[in-house]
């Protein structure tokens, strides 16, 4: 089986950089707890100039960088980012392993698709890069080949092709085997320093002193592995969460946490081919105490940009009683992503300020604000739609799926136009007929409009069953002074009456 191991060098540092651009350039670390004592994980680039290394204890980083700013190492907050990431490259491969804390193995059987594994690893970098990490690819038939070379390799992108793993592993330093047992203790005492060297000796020779830890040890050495890929599992909720380095008494800490939390969903939705229909997002408070808040999206999507500026305009108006500790949001609700096909002349920033619009309405007016307009099952006109529950688009239906509905539900045909704005009950006119009975001029609003074009009838009714039938001849007036308008004359009191008005 052909893989891709993708290692992104200091994976929690990068991290820290791109979700807080403020420390790029400055010396800082990543601390744990060992043994009791707060020692050095990660350290960043200029943190290392400085003499600071993994192992070290805080205080003797503090003493050799004055400056030094440090954070605490969460390994599961590492982990849902480099799971992020793997998402995010869906696209490009069909399943990852995790490699934590600082790589993935991708399955690359399909890199045919993208042209060449050179091409795959190419297109791994440039989406890395987007997302603002520095990485290096290295496609091999073995998960300890591609590993070993791209964690220890000189080149960025490297294609290693079957049966060549020996030849790449032969200049690698004995610490490639990243192993710390009595086999690698052995081989090092032997003297050996590269991979080559290793995969020289007999093997006979390793069995009787290295015993079946060397074994092993041995054949990868020569470019033998049979450790099986098992992709990860993905998670049917997809949700993130966020836990600030000090509680937030402001909204400016929680627009940065925001940024990763909608970075991090945007490229696992993008991973996916989903786009995201509803949120929630949760405040967890300091000491105690949490708020809730949702967001329904105006229509599907699953640009991280686009999500950061509603979350920030739905959240950036709340009224906490305690700093926030924590910050969490789950897709409650998704869809197949259709993309989004632009008309001459259309610009996404429009569609963009048009979701904060609509999202800036609901939080100020409660979710019950945004309404659409739905069918019924019914021919009289004003009743013929009905206020119901914004819901965007399903992402499968086309406009022919709507057309065959409304007909087979026998509600009015929407090949035939009908007014934007229609009266919710039909309004007498005070008109003016000729002997033939076409309509010349009505009265409306204490004004006399004089009727320009006329077009029409269609004649509508129904209900015969019900206590109030209707029978009505529509036309499609125009008045002057007022415009295009929907006038019907009833069969029953052969009056007419405006039924729209057309844009």
């Given at each position: 089986?052909?893989?891709?191991?993708?290692?992104?060098?200091?994976?929690?540092?990068?991290?820290?950089?791109?979700?807080?651009?403020?420390?790029?350039?400055?010396?800082?670390?990543?601390?744990?707890?060992?043994r009791g004592q707060r020692r050095v994980a990660f350290a960043s680039t200029s943190a290392l100039r400085a003499g600071v290394r993994p192992g070290l204890s805080l205080t003797a980083a503090t003493a050799l960088e004055p400056a030094l700013r440090h954070f605490d190492y969460r390994p599961e907050e590492e982990l849902r980012?480099?799971?992020?990431?793997?998402?995010?490259?869906?696209?490009?491969?069909?399943?990852?392993?995790?490699?934590?804390?600082?790589?993935?193995?991708?399955?690359?059987?399909?890199?045919?698709?993208?042209?060449?594994?050179?091409?795959?690893?190419?297109?791994?970098?440039?989406?890395?890069?987007?997302?603002?990490?520095?990485?290096?690819?290295?496609?091999?038939?073995?998960?300890?080949?591609?590993?070993?070379?791209?964690?220890?390799?000189?080149?960025?992108?490297?294609?290693?092709?079957?049966?060549?793993?020996?030849?790449?592993?032969?200049?690698?330093?004995?610490?490639?085997?990243?192993?710390?047992?009595?086999?690698?203790?052995?081989?090092?005492?032997?003297?050996?320093?590269?991979?080559?060297?290793?995969?020289?000796?007999?093997?006979?020779?390793?069995?009787?002193?290295?015993?079946?830890?060397?074994?092993?040890?041995?054949?990868?050495?020569?470019?033998?592995?049979?450790?099986?890929?098992?992709?990860?599992?993905?998670?049917?909720?997809?949700?993130?969460?966020?836990?600030?380095?000090?509680?937030?008494?402001?909204?400016?800490?929680?627009?940065?946490?925001?940024?990763?939390?909608?970075?991090?969903?945007?490229?696992?939705?993008?991973?996916?081919?989903?786009?995201?229909?509803?949120?929630?997002?949760?405040?967890?408070?300091?000491?105690?105490?949490?708020?809730?808040?949702?967001?329904?999206?105006?229509?599907?999507?699953?640009?991280?940009?686009?999500?950061?500026?509603?979350?920030?305009?739905?959240?950036?108006?709340?009224?906490?009683?305690?700093?926030?500790?924590?910050?969490?949001?789950?897709?409650?609700?998704?869809?197949?992503?259709?993309?989004?096909?632009?008309?001459?002349?259309?610009?996404?920033?429009?569609?963009?300020?048009?979701?904060?619009?609509?999202?800036?309405?609901?939080?100020?007016?409660?979710?019950?604000?945004?309404?659409?307009?739905?069918?019924?099952?019914?021919?009289?006109?004003?009743?013929?739609?009905?206020?119901?529950?914004?819901?965007?688009?399903?992402?499968?239906?086309?406009?022919?799926?709507?057309?065959?509905?409304?007909?087979?539900?026998?509600?009015?045909?929407?090949?035939?136009?009908r007014p934007s704005r229609l009266l919710a009950e039909p309004a007498c006119l005070d008109a003016e007929v000729a002997a033939s009975g076409r309509l010349l001029a009505a009265r409306m609003g204490g004004r006399r409009h004089r009727v320009t074009a006329l077009a029409g009838p269609e004649r509508l009714g129904g209900e015969?069953?019900?206590?109030?039938?209707?029978?009505?001849?529509?036309?499609?007036?125009?008045?002057?002074?007022?415009?295009?308008?929907?006038?019907?004359?009833?069969?029953?009191?052969?009056?007419?009456?405006?039924?729209?008005?057309?844009?």
């Amino acid at each position: 089986m052909r893989r891709a191991y993708l290692h992104l060098t200091r994976f929690p540092v990068q991290r820290r950089v791109v979700e807080s651009p403020e420390l790029a350039g400055r010396p800082f670390v990543l601390v744990e707890a060992v043994r009791g004592q707060r020692r050095v994980a990660f350290a960043s680039t200029s943190a290392l100039r400085a003499g600071v290394r993994p192992g070290l204890s805080l205080t003797a980083a503090t003493a050799l960088e004055p400056a030094l700013r440090h954070f605490d190492y969460r390994p599961e907050e590492e982990l849902r980012a480099l799971t992020a990431l793997g998402e995010a490259l869906l696209p490009l491969a069909p399943g990852f392993q995790l490699s934590a804390p600082d790589g993935l193995w991708l399955d690359a059987g399909a890199a045919h698709l993208c042209g060449s594994e050179e091409a795959l690893g190419t297109r791994m970098l440039a989406l890395c890069s987007e997302l603002g990490y520095r990485a290096h690819v290295v496609v091999a038939s073995e998960a300890f080949t591609s590993r070993a070379v791209a964690r220890h390799g000189a080149r960025r992108l490297e294609v290693v092709a079957p049966g060549e793993s020996a030849r790449a592993l032969a200049p690698l330093p004995l610490s490639a085997l990243e192993v710390r047992d009595s086999a690698a203790t052995l081989f090092s005492a032997l003297g050996l320093t590269t991979l080559g060297e290793v995969a020289a000796l007999p093997a006979g020779a390793v069995v009787a002193r290295a015993g079946a830890a060397g074994t092993r040890v041995h054949a990868r050495c020569r470019g033998e592995d049979d450790t099986p890929f098992v992709p990860a599992v993905l998670e049917t909720v997809l949700e993130e969460r966020v836990v600030l380095d000090f509680p937030a008494e402001s909204f400016e800490p929680l627009r940065f946490a925001l940024k990763t939390l909608m970075d991090r969903l945007g490229a696992r939705l993008s991973g996916r081919g989903r786009a995201a229909v509803r949120l929630t997002f949760t405040l967890k408070l300091d000491p105690t105490g949490h708020r809730s808040v949702t967001l329904t999206l105006a229509r599907p999507t699953a640009r991280a940009k686009l999500l950061h500026e509603l979350a920030r305009h739905r959240l950036e108006e709340l009224r906490l009683e305690n700093p926030v500790a924590e910050v969490s949001a789950r897709v409650d609700e998704h869809s197949e992503d259709a993309g989004q096909q632009l008309a001459l002349g259309d610009a996404p920033e429009g569609d963009a300020a048009l979701e904060v619009v609509l999202s800036r309405l609901a939080t100020t007016l409660g979710e019950a604000s945004l309404f659409s307009a739905g069918l019924e099952a019914v021919h009289r006109p004003e009743a013929a739609h009905g206020a119901r529950a914004f819901r965007p688009p399903e992402a499968r239906r086309g406009l022919s799926a709507d057309l065959l509905e409304a007909g087979a539900r026998g509600a009015p045909r929407a090949a035939r136009e009908r007014p934007s704005r229609l009266l919710a009950e039909p309004a007498c006119l005070d008109a003016e007929v000729a002997a033939s009975g076409r309509l010349l001029a009505a009265r409306m609003g204490g004004r006399r409009h004089r009727v320009t074009a006329l077009a029409g009838p269609e004649r509508l009714g129904g209900e015969w069953w019900s206590e109030a039938p209707f029978q009505r001849d529509y036309y499609r007036v125009h008045f002057e002074g007022l415009g295009p308008a929907w006038v019907f004359r009833d069969g029953r009191d052969g009056r007419f009456y405006l039924q729209g008005l057309f844009d």
